[in-house]
Every structure is written in structure tokens, then in C-alpha cells.
């Protein structure tokens, strides 16, 4: 199966401090990739998605100037979280998009391991 | 308006069967998505399901009703491993995205 990997997989940073998180799709080329935030009990929320080449798409609520996002290859794509605060503290989850196995409709996206942020 | 529901938690016993529902109401459809996630970790992949019916794969198979708006995930001869949280994920026609349910934590009791 394909492969993304997410690189630190743990930070701790003091507030005010820039933070940077890379994901990397190991083994296919992924065109696009999603940056999704997680808090604790509660599902993946979407914040922005990311094209090789062009700048990433953000959801609303979410400040781009706050949290970068840089696609420079098809094999990587890097989230900056700038001037962290403590409520940036989350678990960061990228995803790339593969294919599905056939399912020509549209492609499955795999996930990176996740990077867990905590802000002092 | 984008609206995806699934149970909060649900429990079982080991060798049993378990169906984690869920129900969707999107601006667009193209198909829905089931992930596993185990505590601190990434989300896995288990299945895809874009036509009406039923997709089995193993122990784990998933429905879709496209003109009702659900689907169910069936678990079956549970494991302790399968205890975690399963993601149902709508993938919207016409995007990129997957907007992510509520999640539903399923613990499996010996």
C-alpha cells in the first residue's frame, strides 16, 4: 500500500515559537495533500489542501498566514505553524492521494502517522 | 451544509458482530470512505464504497445507500485489536476533500 510519513512525529515548542511539520509520500507521487487537525476525542477537521505548485486552499476559519503551507514536490508537502500558541496544541495528520485500487471515480487518500504539537 | 452522523461509542464482545452506522447529508456525493484509528495514531484505510450494496473485504464489509443517505460498517468475530475509532469520510463531487463524521469509538470486551 502506499506510504506517507510525517516528520517530527512529536514536538514541543515554547509559545511564540515557529513550528515546521513535513510529510513525505514515500513510494507514488501525490499531486494533492490535505493538512487535517485532530483534538482529542474528536474527528479529522480539514484545514487546508495542498497542490504541488500552486498555493493550498484553506478552510474556512482556518488563517493561512498563521498556518503555511508549501507544496514544492509531488513527493512533499510542509505545514509551519508561526507564532504557536497554546491552543495550537493538536495532533497533525497530512494525507496524499493514491488510487483506489481501480475506483476510477476517485482516489483514496492515505495517511501520514500524524505529528503531535504541544505548545508551552 | 455539510452534516455527517455516527454513534459516539459502542461496545461489544470478542467473537461477536458489531455495524457502526452512519448517515450523511452533503452538497455533493461521490463516494464515502471507512477508516480505523487507534488511539495517538493516523487513520487507516478499510474500505470505499461509490455504487449501492454491499462491499465485503475479510472480517469487515460496507454498505451504501446512496438515496438514503447511509451507510454501515459491519464488523465481524470482533477482536480485542479492533477496539478503536472507526471514521466514516464523505468524498465530495467535484473536489478534493474528504469531510470527515463524527467518529464512533467502539471498545471490544473479552
Known amino acids: 500500500g502506499a506510504v506517507v510519513s510525517q516528520h517530527p512525529s512529536r514536538v514541543i515548542c515554547k509559545s511564540g515559537t515557529s513550528v515546521k511539520i513535513e510529510c513525505r509520500s514515500l513510494?507514488?507521487?501525490?499531486?494533492?495533500m490535505f493538512w487535517y487537525r485532530q483534538f482529542p476525542k474528536q474527528s479529522l477537521m480539514l484545514m487546508a489542501t495542498?497542490?504541488?505548485?500552486?498555493?493550498?486552499?484553506?478552510e474556512q476559519g482556518v488563517e493561512k498566514d498563521k498556518f503555511l503551507i508549501n507544496h514544492a514536490s509531488l513527493t512533499l508537502s510542509t505545514l509551519t505553524v508561526t507564532s504557536a500558541h497554546p491552543e495550537d496544541s493538536s495532533f497533525y495528520i497530512c494525507?496524499?492521494?493514491?488510487?483506489?485500487?481501480?475506483?476510477?471515480?476517485?482516489?483514496?487518500?492515505?495517511f501520514g502517522p500524524g505529528t503531535r504539537l504541544t505548545v508551552l | 451544509g455539510q452534516n455527517i452522523d455516527q454513534p459516539t461509542e459502542m461496545t461489544a464482545t470478542e467473537g461477536a458482530i458489531v455495524q457502526i452506522n452512519c448517515t450523511y447529508q452533503?452538497?455533493?456525493?461521490?463516494?464515502l470512505f471507512w477508516y480505523q484509528q487507534h488511539a495517538g495514531e493516523a487513520p487507516t484505510f478499510l474500505s470505499y464504497?461509490?455504487?449501492?450494496g454491499l462491499e465485503e473485504k475479510g472480517r469487515f464489509s460496507s454498505f451504501l445507500s446512496r438515496s438514503k443517505g447511509y451507510s454501515y460498517l459491519l464488523l465481524k468475530e470482533l477482536q480485542m485489536k479492533d477496539s478503536a475509532s472507526y471514521l466514516c469520510?464523505?468524498?465530495?463531487?467535484?473536489?478534493?476533500?474528504?469531510?470527515f463524521g463524527t467518529g464512533t469509538r467502539l471498545q471490544v470486551f473479552p
Open positions: 495542498s497542490n504541488e505548485g500552486s498555493k493550498a486552499t484553506y
Open positions: 513510494d507514488f507521487q501525490a499531486t494533492t
Open positions: 452533503t452538497s455533493g456525493f461521490n463516494g
Open positions: 494525507s496524499a492521494r493514491g488510487t483506489s485500487g481501480g475506483k476510477s471515480s476517485t482516489d483514496t487518500q492515505y
Open positions: 469520510a464523505v468524498s465530495i463531487y467535484n473536489t478534493d476533500k474528504l469531510i
Open positions: 464504497n461509490v455504487l449501492d
